[in-house]
């Protein structure tokens, strides 16, 4: 029986794809900078590479292929839940040679395994529709993306560059500020990705009332006129402890923010700039996000919400994997994939317009919405509890759509991260919704 979808292709491509990116961020700084913890909010980069390999050893060799372990005390090490990333720099870690070439060992012999697969999806579940090769590919990106955030954290001279920026966006000004999404029911979730999460799964009916949502991000310009109206000085707009939060670390702006006389600028990766108004706002909390939606007399939209203005379409009534349809996406739909290091102008990308006329939904930063990251009515976990059923909860708010660091394997219309609510390290931002006035 043939390869459906070509996804053991796919596969391998994913798999390779995700480990020139892996080498791309532990080879542009020096061993030092490897082994270093450059926030206590973040692992050693050479803890990140070492887990990579570990995961995909332990879900591939072991779990698919029944191998042997190779490195069996090795395993504590890199339980992300037995230590807590402020503690990782302590343990006994395989040095930057060490990790290297346990992670190419692995990866060899992961190939094999690969091409022996059975084309037909025997195996069991892990192996159907190439499932466990994909989470191991999309979880090296999400890696990735972890190890991008610790290169925007650490000090010293830019060690990555964007061969070219981003494209611009001509028609923004012609764009309306809001666009009308009708209420109604539509199906949430999905059952037949091959490589959708148990957070994404099952596909399940979800009714929506009539809401307005804004047409792009928020951008840093529109950000500045709340913080030049007081924003952070008022806590008519801040949830409790979002305002906790304000006092008591003195926040008066995003993170990487710094105002010299009446010039704001950020620092992007090594490099100091002056803050670019018409990008989408970057390095927010979800407190800051929804102090925002406040003051500017909206809020944010919920997950459901997010989801319908994403996927459906309207003529059809269908679900589609993505904004523009169901074909995967290229350079001209979505900032992603780490392609130029910092997000899109708001209202580029006109290709990877919803159908109601919504940008950058994929791509360019994170967006915030309203929502707990709670499981969908008939979740399962699988392969592994700890995966999301141990997050689920208030103590976790739901980010949609994937930033300029995610890969395509790791986003799709469905694709569910989730943070706490004070996270701004992370690529996040936002866009508000309000409801629409009844008929």
Same mark, same amino acid.
């Given at each position: 029986?043939?390869?459906?979808?070509?996804?053991?292709?796919?596969?391998?491509?994913?798999?390779?794809?995700?480990?020139?990116?892996?080498?791309?961020?532990?080879?542009?700084?020096?061993?030092?900078?490897?082994?270093?913890?450059? *926030?206590?909010?973040?692992?050693?980069?050479?803890?990140?590479?070492? @887990?990579?390999?570990?995961?995909?050893?332990? %879900?591939?060799?072991?779990?698919?292929?029944?191998?042997?372990?190779?490195?069996?005390?090795?395993?504590?090490?890199?339980?992300?839940?037995?230590?807590?990333?402020?503690?990782?720099?302590?343990?006994?870690?395989?040095? #930057?040679?060490?990790?290297?070439?346990?992670?190419?060992?692995?990866?060899?012999?992961?190939?094999?395994?690969?091409?022996?697969?059975?084309?037909? !999806? !025997?195996?069991? $579940?892990?192996?159907?529709? *190439?499932?466990?090769?994909?989470?191991?590919?999309?979880?090296?990106?999400?890696?990735?993306?972890?190890?991008?955030?610790? @290169?925007?954290?650490?000090?010293? /001279?830019?060690?990555?560059? &964007?061969?070219?920026?981003?494209?611009?966006? #001509?028609?923004?000004?012609?764009?309306? =500020?809001?666009?009308?999404?009708?209420?109604? /029911?539509?199906?949430?979730?999905?059952?037949?990705? $091959?490589? &959708?999460?148990?957070? +994404?799964? $099952? =596909?399940?009916?979800?009714?929506?009332?009539?809401?307005?949502?804004?047409?792009?991000?928020?951008?840093?310009?529109?950000?500045?006129?709340?913080?030049?109206?007081?924003?952070?000085?008022?806590?008519?707009?801040? @949830?409790?402890?979002? %305002?906790?939060?304000?006092?008591?670390?003195?926040?008066?702006?995003?993170?990487?923010?710094?105002?010299?006389?009446?010039?704001?600028?950020?620092?992007?990766?090594?490099?100091?700039?002056?803050?670019? +108004?018409?990008? /989408?706002?970057?390095?927010?909390?979800?407190?800051?996000?929804?102090?925002?939606? &406040?003051?500017?007399?909206?809020?944010?939209?919920?997950?459901?919400?997010?989801?319908?203005?994403?996927?459906?379409?309207?003529?059809?009534?269908?679900?589609?994997?993505?904004?523009?349809?169901?074909?995967?996406?290229? #350079?001209?739909?979505?900032?992603?994939?780490?392609?130029?290091?910092?997000?899109?102008?708001?209202?580029?990308?006109?290709?990877? =317009?919803?159908?109601?006329?919504?940008?950058?939904?994929?791509?360019?930063? %994170?967006?915030?919405?309203?929502?707990?990251?709670?499981?969908?009515?008939?979740?399962? &976990?699988?392969?592994?509890? +700890?995966?999301?059923?141990?997050?689920?909860?208030? !103590?976790?708010?739901?980010?949609?759509?994937?930033?300029? =660091?995610?890969?395509?394997?790791?986003?799709?219309?469905?694709?569910?991260?989730?943070?706490?609510?004070?996270?701004?390290?992370?690529?996040?931002?936002?866009?508000?919704?309000?409801?629409?006035?009844?008929?």
């Amino acid at each position: 029986m043939p390869d459906p979808g070509g996804l053991r292709e796919r596969a391998a491509s994913a798999l390779i794809g995700a480990r020139e990116r892996t080498r791309l961020l532990t080879g542009c700084v020096d061993e030092r900078e490897l082994t270093a913890q450059h *926030s206590p909010l973040m692992s050693p980069l050479v803890w990140d590479l070492g @887990h990579i390999g570990n995961q995909e050893e332990q %879900w591939l060799l072991r779990a698919v292929a029944g191998q042997e372990p190779l490195r069996p005390a090795i395993d504590s090490v890199y339980d992300a839940f037995e230590h807590p990333r402020a503690e990782r720099p302590s343990l006994p870690l395989l040095t #930057p040679k060490e990790a290297r070439a346990y992670v190419a060992d692995v990866r060899s012999r992961v190939l094999d395994v690969l091409d022996a697969a059975p084309a037909d !999806g !025997g195996g069991g $579940p892990l192996m159907e529709s *190439s499932f466990a090769f994909g989470m191991i590919a999309q979880h090296e990106q999400q890696h990735d993306e972890t190890m991008l955030i610790t @290169h925007q954290l650490r000090r010293g /001279p830019a060690a990555l560059t &964007a061969p070219e920026p981003p494209p611009a966006a #001509p028609d923004t000004a012609l764009l309306p =500020a809001e666009v009308l999404v009708e209420g109604g /029911p539509f199906t949430m979730g999905t059952s037949t990705e $091959p490589w &959708a999460l148990d957070n +994404e799964r $099952p =596909a399940h009916p979800c009714f929506v009332p009539s809401f307005f949502i804004d047409t792009l991000p928020v951008s840093n310009g529109a950000y500045l006129r709340f913080i030049q109206d007081g924003g952070y000085e008022d806590p008519r707009w801040w @949830h409790p402890e979002g %305002w906790e939060q304000v006092r008591r670390h003195s926040l008066a702006a995003p993170l990487f923010w710094r105002r010299e006389g009446s010039t704001w600028t950020r620092r992007r990766f090594g490099v100091e700039e002056p803050v670019p +108004e018409a990008e /989408p706002v970057l390095h927010v909390s979800w407190y800051e996000a929804e102090a925002y939606a &406040a003051w500017a007399g909206r809020r944010l939209p919920t997950e459901a919400e997010w989801e319908k203005a994403a996927r459906h379409d309207p003529v059809s009534g269908r679900s589609l994997r993505y904004p523009w349809g169901d074909e995967d996406p290229t #350079p001209e739909h979505a900032n992603l994939g780490q392609r130029h290091l910092r997000p899109a102008p708001v209202g580029a990308y006109a290709r990877g =317009a919803s159908r109601r006329g919504v940008r950058q939904l994929i791509g360019d930063v %994170w967006e915030w919405t309203a929502s707990d990251f709670l499981p969908y009515p008939g979740f399962r &976990a699988f392969p592994y509890r +700890e995966y999301s059923e141990v997050f689920f909860g208030p !103590g976790h708010k739901v980010l949609r759509g994937g930033s300029f =660091a995610v890969d395509p394997v790791a986003c799709r219309g469905t694709f569910r991260n989730w943070d706490l609510p004070v996270r701004r390290q992370i690529f996040s931002g936002f866009r508000t919704a309000r409801d629409a006035e009844p008929a």
